[in-house]
């Protein structure tokens, strides 16, 4: 599918939605994904927390992880210090790819993140399809099960930065921090559970992946700078994770998909989001 004239940024990350992102769209400013672009560049060149990583059948998820890989190297291409915060079922996804990794465990509390933000002390935090606590107090994947035994609790970190540190939450289905900003409105006419979590700025898309390349979209055609990645290096980098064990989130299989998107579509999604820039 090409761009038309009138397609926007946040238009061609909406593609293909079945999953309510295309109904929330008419709760959100046009250009959301601009807006939390500009204030990513408002930020004072020092340290990101980039959280991601969702739990599936045993692995981490294929959504979630490129697209902060991506928006991590141009948050570093522009300034930034960036540090990807996940857990142990991304093991060895980052390393090698010039990028800082933190591993949190699944028994972190409170204090562990007060004494983490010490230490980095972010100018922003971004979570890209990361789990986060519903009104339950529990951690759900789609189909409304727990994760909670499998999730290290990243939304603590948004929790605690919100009104201090800037936050930007990246979601696709309801249930990611972020999603607390439209909870009323995802459990009136998505009839689901959503995450309670708020951020500053949320970004939505069909996919979270898509989401974050919206983001690094206008980052590049804010600044000038190239910092947008090529289809083939996106596709590389979900191949090596899949090799790894990732899984595709809602076909559960092994697979070299996203959200039972394939490649060809992946490469469709990229490819407008290039020529919009």
């Not at 939390?36 to 060149?45: D, F, N, P, Q, V």
């Not at 090698?96 to 204090?111: F, P, Q």
């Amino acid at each position: 599918m090409k761009q038309t004239e009138s397609e926007s940024i946040e238009d061609i990350v909406l593609r293909h939605s079945g999953r309510g992102m295309d109904i929330l769209r008419g709760y959100k400013t046009d250009k959301y994904a601009e807006k939390a672009a500009r204030t990513i560049l408002g930020w004072e060149r020092g340290t990101v927390l980039l959280a991601t990583g969702f739990y599936v059948a045993g692995f981490a998820e294929t959504d979630g992880p490129v697209g902060t890989l991506f928006l991590a190297k141009a948050l570093k291409n522009l300034g930034f210090r960036p540090v990807i915060l996940t857990d142990d079922f991304c093991k060895g996804f980052f390393e090698g790819e010039g990028i800082e990794v933190l591993y949190m465990s699944l028994t972190a509390d409170i204090d562990w993140c007060m004494e983490t933000l010490g230490k980095f002390t972010p100018v922003g935090l971004i979570s890209i399809e990361r789990c986060g606590e519903n009104s339950a107090r529990d951690y759900a994947n789609m189909r409304g099960v727990s994760i909670r035994a499998t999730t290290a609790a990243a939304d603590l970190f948004f929790r605690i930065a919100l009104g201090i540190v800037p936050t930007i939450g990246v979601g696709d289905g309801g249930n990611e921090i972020g999603m607390g900003n439209v909870a009323d409105i995802i459990e009136e006419k998505l009839s689901l559970k959503p995450c309670v979590v708020t951020v500053d700025e949320l970004v939505i898309a069909t996919v979270s992946n898509w989401g974050a390349y919206a983001i690094i979209a206008y980052l590049e055609k804010l600044t000038g700078e190239k910092v947008f990645m090529d289809f083939e290096d996106a596709r590389a980098f979900i191949k090596k994770t899949v090799d790894m064990g990732s899984v595709d989130g809602v076909l559960k299989k092994q697979i070299l998909s996203v959200d039972g998107f394939s490649m060809e579509t992946e490469k469709e999604i990229i490819d407008s989001l290039g020529a919009a820039i």
